[in-house]
């Protein structure tokens, strides 16, 4: 299987040679040349596998520059039940992503049924471990192979830069230098990097913003002969091997909620970057049963408005909203590329021409092309929620069924029911914990969200960080100072 970009032109590469970079030389993001198809008695024949090997049936249809073998023993260590241990009572933690029913539908294939599929069990409660807990064993098994090394630059605003730290601790070969804007993350956040001791974990407080941060990350890439040196790579939302990694879920959700291939499920989507729906797509491209794919936004809707009306216009980050779900706060949504390339019929001269008005500050109208009709046959849905709904949707769902859910679950519920029938279940994927996001809650309910056991005292932790002004050139040292080499 080689991979190829969604520009057009770069030559094509294979799996292990991508997994450690970022975007293609062209500017396009890598894609498999096709997808795999999944027969029926293929789908038949993994309803009964474990988690991790599933991981495996599907990862392998993607990567062949790895030994079966090897692939197989990366995708044991990284999917148990003691990594995702942190399930809501009465969940079955050996299923990695188990299924709650909120609502059980009618008979077995649970027609007009509502679950959350619970991709939040894994050590930094929110879905970014299922895919990121991966990356850190491959990152591991490659460097290990090639006999090299890498500092992992970051920038975050929460879940990104803990599930990357999570994932990277302790791994040899590794380091992790990760920005996130000084005294703008919630204390559980905060405690949750923080508190990290290993000693190829870096934290660095940037006296700014988010943005602010994200600008110094770009600045020292630019720097190409400092990237080189210090050998400094990315982990961020458009890696390619944690979009593969999403794919297995949506195959795992599907089978939680079905008993037969003859069944169809909906799903819905808190989407920012699209990197989680991006999955849901390839999934279903695949052969999923799947019937729609619903993206929902919050006050950052550039993706609904994108799917309700066929204009992809990027905001400026004045246009764009601090919200209460802060993980899906986009101006652009990065895999969305990975999307249209598919949408074009895989037409790189044609994403590059769209890009290019993107780029130079413009949007693009899909209406204009041949393609504004085709958005229907992927099975898309969309809608938007904001704060008024995300409080209401967690105190009516408490009410209901008993269930603490977080915000930007909360955004998937509100928007899933919209587009709820009584053909197919509704899953809407549960991609944090709300003991995350505990001051929203608290508005919601009157009274904090309960922790899953061992999350007591995370705020009392002694912790590590290093606070620095907004100055590219300190980071640098700082970097030069503890770098792998
Ligand atoms: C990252 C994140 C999202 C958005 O996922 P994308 O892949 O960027 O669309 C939604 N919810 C939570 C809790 C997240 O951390």
Same mark, same amino acid.
């Given at each position: 299987m080689r991979y190829l970009s969604t520009r057009g032109q770069a030559p094509t590469q294979q799996f292990c040679d991508i997994l450690l970079g970022g975007l293609a030389p062209d500017g396009g993001l890598y894609l498999p040349e096709s997808y795999p198809e999944i027969s029926d008695a293929e789908l038949t024949a993994w309803r009964d596998l474990s988690y991790a090997e599933l991981a495996f049936e599907i990862l392998s249809r993607f990567i062949d520059d790895i030994p079966a073998d090897d692939l197989r023993a990366i995708c044991d260590k990284t999917y148990t039940a003691e990594v995702?241990?942190?399930?809501?009572?009465?969940?079955?933690?050996?299923?990695?992503? @188990?299924?709650?029913?909120?609502?059980?539908?009618?008979?077995?294939n649970h027609r007009g049924g509502l679950g959350l599929l619970e991709l939040s069990n894994g @050590?930094?409660?929110?879905?970014?471990?299922?895919?990121?807990?991966?990356?850190?064993?491959?990152?591991? /098994?490659?460097?290990?192979?090639?006999?090299?090394?890498i500092n992992i630059l970051g920038a975050t605003s929460g879940d990104t830069g803990s599930a990357a730290e999570y994932a990277m601790r302790g791994k040899h070969g590794v380091r992790v230098f990760m920005l996130s804007p000084n005294g703008r993350m919630s204390a559980f956040q905060r405690a949750q990097m923080y508190s990290l001791q290993d000693e190829n974990i870096l934290n660095i407080a940037i006296e700014g913003m988010f943005d602010d941060a994200q600008d110094i990350v770009k600045a020292v890439s630019n720097d190409h002969a400092f990237k080189k040196q210090y050998k400094i790579g990315a982990v961020n !939302? %458009?890696?390619?091997?944690?979009?593969?990694? &999403?794919?297995? /879920? /949506?195959?795992? =959700? /599907?089978? *939680?909620?079905?008993? !037969?291939?003859?069944? &169809?499920?909906?799903?819905a989507v808190p989407s920012g970057n699209f990197g989680n729906i991006c999955a849901g797509h390839i999934a279903r491209t695949m052969g999923l049963p799947i019937r729609k794919l619903v993206c929902a936004t919050n006050e950052n809707d550039v993706l609904d408005e994108f799917f309700r009306t066929g204009v992809y216009r990027p905001r400026t980050s004045a246009e764009t909203h601090v919200t209460s779900s802060p993980s899906m706060d986009i101006s652009k949504a990065s895999n969305f590329e990975r999307f249209v390339f598919d949408?074009? *019929?895989?037409? =790189?001269?044609?994403?590059?021409?769209?890009? &290019? &008005?993107?780029?130079? *500050? =413009?949007?693009?109208d899909l209406n204009e092309t041949p393609f504004g009709a085709k958005v229907a046959d992927f099975g898309f849905e969309s809608g938007s929620s904001n704060h008024a709904n995300r409080l209401e949707t967690i105190r009516a769902t408490r009410d209901a069924y008993g269930i603490v859910v977080d915000t930007h679950t909360a955004d998937g519920l509100k928007v899933g029911r919209e587009h709820r029938d009584d053909q197919a279940p509704m899953l809407v994927l549960e991609t944090a914990q709300a003991a995350?996001?505990?001051?929203? %809650?608290?508005?919601?309910? =009157?009274?904090? @969200? @309960?922790?899953?056991? *061992?999350?007591d005292h995370l705020e009392a932790l002694p912790q590590r960080v290093e606070v620095m002004p907004v100055d590219v050139n300190a980071v640098k040292d700082f970097i030069r100072k503890h770098a792998n080499d």
């Amino acid at each position: 299987m080689r991979y190829l970009s969604t520009r057009g032109q770069a030559p094509t590469q294979q799996f292990c040679d991508i997994l450690l970079g970022g975007l293609a030389p062209d500017g396009g993001l890598y894609l498999p040349e096709s997808y795999p198809e999944i027969s029926d008695a293929e789908l038949t024949a993994w309803r009964d596998l474990s988690y991790a090997e599933l991981a495996f049936e599907i990862l392998s249809r993607f990567i062949d520059d790895i030994p079966a073998d090897d692939l197989r023993a990366i995708c044991d260590k990284t999917y148990t039940a003691e990594v995702y241990c942190n399930t809501r009572e009465g969940s079955d933690a050996s299923r990695i992503t @188990p299924v709650t029913w909120l609502e059980a539908g009618e008979g077995e294939n649970h027609r007009g049924g509502l679950g959350l599929l619970e991709l939040s069990n894994g @050590p930094t409660l929110a879905f970014k471990d299922m895919a990121m807990q991966l990356l850190g064993n491959l990152f591991e /098994y490659v460097l290990d192979k090639r006999g090299q090394e890498i500092n992992i630059l970051g920038a975050t605003s929460g879940d990104t830069g803990s599930a990357a730290e999570y994932a990277m601790r302790g791994k040899h070969g590794v380091r992790v230098f990760m920005l996130s804007p000084n005294g703008r993350m919630s204390a559980f956040q905060r405690a949750q990097m923080y508190s990290l001791q290993d000693e190829n974990i870096l934290n660095i407080a940037i006296e700014g913003m988010f943005d602010d941060a994200q600008d110094i990350v770009k600045a020292v890439s630019n720097d190409h002969a400092f990237k080189k040196q210090y050998k400094i790579g990315a982990v961020n !939302s %458009i890696n390619w091997a944690r979009v593969v990694a &999403q794919v297995v /879920y /949506y195959f795992a =959700g /599907y089978f *939680g909620a079905t008993t !037969s291939n003859d069944q &169809q499920v909906d799903m819905a989507v808190p989407s920012g970057n699209f990197g989680n729906i991006c999955a849901g797509h390839i999934a279903r491209t695949m052969g999923l049963p799947i019937r729609k794919l619903v993206c929902a936004t919050n006050e950052n809707d550039v993706l609904d408005e994108f799917f309700r009306t066929g204009v992809y216009r990027p905001r400026t980050s004045a246009e764009t909203h601090v919200t209460s779900s802060p993980s899906m706060d986009i101006s652009k949504a990065s895999n969305f590329e990975r999307f249209v390339f598919d949408l074009v *019929g895989r037409d =790189g001269d044609r994403v590059r021409a769209l890009w &290019q &008005q993107v780029e130079s *500050g =413009g949007s693009f109208d899909l209406n204009e092309t041949p393609f504004g009709a085709k958005v229907a046959d992927f099975g898309f849905e969309s809608g938007s929620s904001n704060h008024a709904n995300r409080l209401e949707t967690i105190r009516a769902t408490r009410d209901a069924y008993g269930i603490v859910v977080d915000t930007h679950t909360a955004d998937g519920l509100k928007v899933g029911r919209e587009h709820r029938d009584d053909q197919a279940p509704m899953l809407v994927l549960e991609t944090a914990q709300a003991a995350k996001f505990e001051e929203t %809650i608290l508005e919601a309910l =009157g009274a904090p @969200p @309960p922790r899953p056991d *061992g999350f007591d005292h995370l705020e009392a932790l002694p912790q590590r960080v290093e606070v620095m002004p907004v100055d590219v050139n300190a980071v640098k040292d700082f970097i030069r100072k503890h770098a792998n080499d």
